[in-house]
């Protein structure tokens, strides 16, 4: 089967989350990604064995699903022959992509300035931390960027502890910002034969996170950087509600005929009758009473209860579900979201995030879960670089390659 | 200056924030980007002042009032189409198979076009017809119940409406790629649910691979995180809050410890296994106990001089003000015509060689018709007059 970015060489110098996913949307169509480890355990990733206290089982999917359909060359590019052969991969490549500081770089002689000299049309690729202009230098990871772009302070309720987004949230966004990125600059150079450098860093990315407000706040809605309850929110038809079971969440304009529905599916002649909910002005200016009034109601009921109700009136809403319930969406497996693949690390299918991005043509794949580290490297050097065998057993004396 | 998408011409049909930003990305580096707005409008409902939002998600974009529901406006549709390189839209299949733009009828009228669609739940099985409501999106995620700390209601944070932004940008940008080498368009899908499951990457792939556990199922309380040193909030003394992201407690244990007052050696917590095994909820209490004895804006010096990977955590005020978020062009400062000096979002994505435009604002309702018209479709300012006269363009 085609795929879309066939031809594309990607020299992947990434490590942790941000960088190799978005490595990983290169590869998942095709792009040849040929990952770059150091010798001595490779990127950190591969030494993850627990998420949330929980043991990670008997496959790292952490590491093995984000550096899917990659190869792993293991390079030690503190030596001089490690950077030779750096250089050499460099001269046949497309895109070098890293999200290791640009101090680190330019001390490994892998500057922008270097690589294009090798490479003129090189696509240059970092993901930093804070933007690669002004003049912050600290650590980053996903959720101390994240706390610096205000979307944390404004969820929860009043009163309650910031929220973080999830586990790697931030850095998905980032990965898939720089994939764009790199898309783009290819689509560029197709045209002009040109090269670039691109940064999409996880402060700039994130910031787009929480979009819609951010910008509001721009503006000077100032209430919209707050933490907001749910028993106030103004459209009282779209919110979030407690039953016997499940949180239910409703989706509804406030309109006239909304509420009546709502209020037939509710089963309570007492709520449309109450005149101060009457209109919508009515129900936006009595949105207390009026969530607390559904609220009595929902509680009363389970959750499919309450759905079936809503179901039998047209409105949509959605049960609150967990993690149990999403491995099990038959939508999620339909679209591919979810896929079967083979772990050679266990010997058996394994279940594993597929492809949120759907191409009707030339389709995403997973043609292998991640590399060991440095599985690829001699046969890379000889076939791609066309190192001899003896070149290759001074490179491993000289310890630029294990 | 040359951009990426400067040889595109992008029909924008959509109606969404997250859908009319990604065609906004496609503008922003070059794409000529056409928004039809269908006649008739419905009443306006502007509210006083500055319209922030359509000057972020339509900037750099022309606008075209069409009324489709006439033959002759049907007729003048299908001839943007067919002059179209992206189709991006957020409408149901029925409304667009109604006027002859599904995929189907698009690529007849353009057979290399590429065809970037958002739905909610995906174009196959029992729920593609569902809305493109990111709410519904998110409650099916499986996320929203553990966000918060336990006993707290579920958490709907709209980051996965913006990740739809992006992953469609990136897939249609993709499909011109392979168009380019192949002459081959094709469609573009990307769901809210999708988006929202990538956006919770690593709960949803620990969940898939393990199949168990209480911790991805249920809300973990603060005071019982698994890394004391990483992920974990803290109030300080002013109630601003701070979080720590150190998960190689061994490596920074020296100079962090020394930061918050507990001696490197302290037998408690002198090895990665007991700050994060054994005694993790004794570390937990101490760095309570410490965190609040100063404020933020303390602990962000001592974070910043120790070089430790942990910060406070701001509101919007913080990147209004950053001045790294406009140096590089996060957040810019615009004149606008009406409004003087205004902030607004800007670019996610540095490129040196394409480097993202802002050319114009939104435009008004129709401000670009005849222009449309005349470039794209080559209609004579007769024809273009005869157009308006009829009703069919405005």
Redesign the interface.
Known sequence: MARALEGIRVLDLTVWFQGPVSAQYLADFGAEVIKIERPQGGDQARGVRSIKSLEIGDWNQYFLVINRNKKSVAIDLKTEGGREIMYRLVAESDVFLSNLAPSMLDAWGLSYDRLKAIRPDIIYATNTGYGRLGDVSKPSFDMTVQALTGIMARLGEPGEPPIYLGMGSGDAYGGIMSALGIVLALYQRRRTGRGQCLDASLYGAQLFLAAPFLQSYLAGKESVSLQQSRKQVDNPLWNLYPTAGKWVFLCEPNEDARWAALCRALGGTDLAADARFADADGRRRHNEALIEAIEQRTLGLGHAELMAAFGREGLAASPVNNLADVIRDEQAWRNGYFMKTWCEEVQREVDVRGLPVTLSRTPGEIRCLGPQLGQDTELVMMELLGYEWDEIEAMKARGAIP | M??????VVVIDLTRL?CTS?GAA?LGD?GARVVRLEPLPQEAARTAA??N??AD?IHRNKESLALDVRSGQGRALLHELVAKADVLLTDWSVPELAALGID?AGASALRADIVFGRLSG????????GL?P?D??A????????????PG????????GA??S???????V??????R???G????????L???N???????????????K?D???NP?S?LDV?NPMS?A?Y?SADGR?V???MP?TDRWWPVFSAAVGIAADDARFDTHDKRTESRRLELIHALEAAFATRPGGDWRRV??EK??????????????A????R??R??LELEHPSFGT????G????????TARLDRLAPCIGQHTSQVLRDLLGYSEDAIHACRSAGVVA
Request: charged residues 15%.
């Open positions: 040359d951009r990426p998408l400067d040889d924030f930003l990305f580096f002042g500055w922030h939002e972020l995929h739940f995906g174009p196959q099985g029992p729920d593609s809305p409501i709410e519904l998110a409650a099916r995620t499986g996320m929203m119940p553990i966000l918060p700390q707290q209601p579920p958490v709907y944070t709209g980051a913006m990740h932004t992006a992953m469609l940008a990136f897939g940008v993709t499909a011109l790629l392979h380019a080498a192949s081959e368009g094709q469609a573009v899908d990307v769901s649910f999708g988006a499951m990538y956006g919770a990457a690593l709960d949803i792939q620990a969940f898939l691979a393990i199949g556990g911790r991805l199922l973990i603060r698994s992920g909030l109030r809050w979080t720590l992201t190689d974070f910043m070089q430790l990977s942990a910060d406070v955590i701001e509101r919007f005020d913080y990147p209004a950053d001045p790294q978020a140096a590089n996060y957040i205004v902030k607004s979002l670019f996610p994505v540095f490129l040196s060689e394409g």
